[in-house]
Antibody, heavy 121, light 109 residues
Framework: EVQLVESGGDLVQPGRSLRLSCKASGFTFDDYAMHWVRQPPGKGLEWVSGINWNSGTISYAASVKGRFTISRDNAKNSLYLQMNSLRREDTAFYYC??????????????WGQGTLVTVSS | ESVLTQSPATLSLSPGESATLSCRASQSVGTYLTWYQQKPGRAPRLLIYDASTRATGIPPRFSGSGSGTDFTLTISSLEPEDFAVYYCQQRSDNWPPVFTFGGGTKVEI
């Protein structure tokens, strides 16, 4: 059974940094691209970033480009999101999701339970 | 970058009725259009991909259609568990791709 477990969400002040982690199990992690998708409480979904199986292809939403960095460690079956210069509008549940392909561009068939990031002073 | 517009924002229906949800793209996306269902407090669930292919385990009352810029998700006879928010999603043509979600349609009793 595919499992994705996010961690690292917290209350953080504007301008500070935070690192999210996603631990994957139940599938061959380095066969698939991975993504982060976020959802402000009570609002819709926003794709944040994606990474292919070997970290050779990475993309970001315009709203986070230059501030967030996605990475993965295939030896640890883990996906990460380093978030710098956080803004109040980054407040959201952050979901880790598995692509159906090794390169980003397939469907998001498996999702974690989400971790909440709150940016507030 | 293509924008996805979903309509209506809210659909009020009764169990047993049929639901028709619309997703319109500002630029052609071919058949790369995906639908997700989300219930309160839960992560989204994949329903339909490539505009019309049901994901594993999705019952046949869910069907998707369309291509280019106009897409439809139809739920033929609503079950109580179908009342939820539905999102469409597209992938850009450029590389590496970026992904966009529509604003969602809430199907309520």
């Amino acid at each position: 059974e595919v499992q994705l477990v996010e961690s690292g969400g917290d209350l953080v002040q504007p301008g500070r940094s935070l690192r999210l982690s996603c631990k994957a199990s139940g599938f061959t992690f380095d066969d698939y691209a991975m993504h982060w998708v976020r959802q402000p409480p009570g609002k819709g979904l926003e794709w944040v970033s994606g990474i292919n199986w070997n970290s050779g292809t990475i993309s970001y939403a315009a709203s986070v480009k230059g501030r967030f960095t996605i990475s993965r460690d295939n030896a640890k079956n883990s996906l990460y999101l380093q978030m710098n210069s956080l803004r109040r509008e980054d407040t959201a549940f952050y979901y880790c999701t598995k692509d159906s392909n090794a390169a980003p561009g397939g469907r998001f068939g498996n999702w974690g339970q989400g971790t909440l990031v709150t940016v507030s002073s | 970058e293509s924008v996805l517009t979903q309509s209506p924002a809210t659909l009020s229906l009764s169990p047993g009725e049929s639901a028709t949800l619309s997703c319109r793209a500002s630029q052609s996306v071919g058949t790369y259009l995906t639908w997700y269902q989300q219930k309160p407090g839960r992560a989204p669930r994949l329903l339909i991909y490539d505009a019309s292919t049901r994901a594993t385990g999705i019952p046949p009352r869910f069907s998707g259609s369309g291509s280019g810029t106009d897409f439809t998700l139809t739920i033929s006879s609503l079950e109580p568990e179908d009342f939820a928010v539905y999102y469409c999603q597209q992938r850009s043509d450029n590389w590496p791709p970026v992904f966009t979600f529509g604003g969602g349609t809430k199907v309520e009793i």
